[in-house]
């Protein structure tokens, strides 16, 4: 089985009131897995490519990423971002497909404290859905198998929620050290800085 982590990052961050857009505002000087994780994407993103589940797609759109965060990933703009997350999974699930993949794991950019183990325990699943949980909530990130692509959601903000939601029988749970936090304002990024 190909498995691909996908780490959306196309949207605007418009709640983020900082002086840049909230996936380029800093957070911490190390590095993870050789990818500069002093902001909050490159955190996300080098813990994707740390979990070493298979190749990184990450999914732009309103704001561009530096080339030394998004290093030795594939690089997959949604031009269609701002109709909401449902394009990005769409886009991922796309190029995916098109790379050979029998299954994705998908984070978000904005959660830079998912663990390269949540990543990992997320990815070993069999189950055609399988969802991160934190403490029993459930978080990012979530597999979605092939066979499951094609009853995602097209348009809309939501993802996989709602498949999630609407299918509870293939869903399983899989509980998940770290935390899936967003950093959706200011105040988020400070309580943690």
Known sequence: MTTFAVVLAAGAGSRFSGPTHKLLAPLGTETVAGTPADTVAGR???????AAIGPVIVVVGAVDLPS???AGCLVVCNPNWAEGQA???QCAVTAARAN????VVIGLADQPFVTPDAWQAVASSTSPIAVATYDGVRGNPVRLHESVWSLLPVTGDSGARDLIRLRSELVSEVACGGSSADIDTQEDLDSWT
């Open 87 to 89: 394009t990005s999974v």
């Open 100 to 103: 050979g993949a029998d299954a």
């Open 44 to 50: 996300a993103i080098g813990a994707a490519r740390a």
């Open 68 to 70: 030394d965060v998004t």
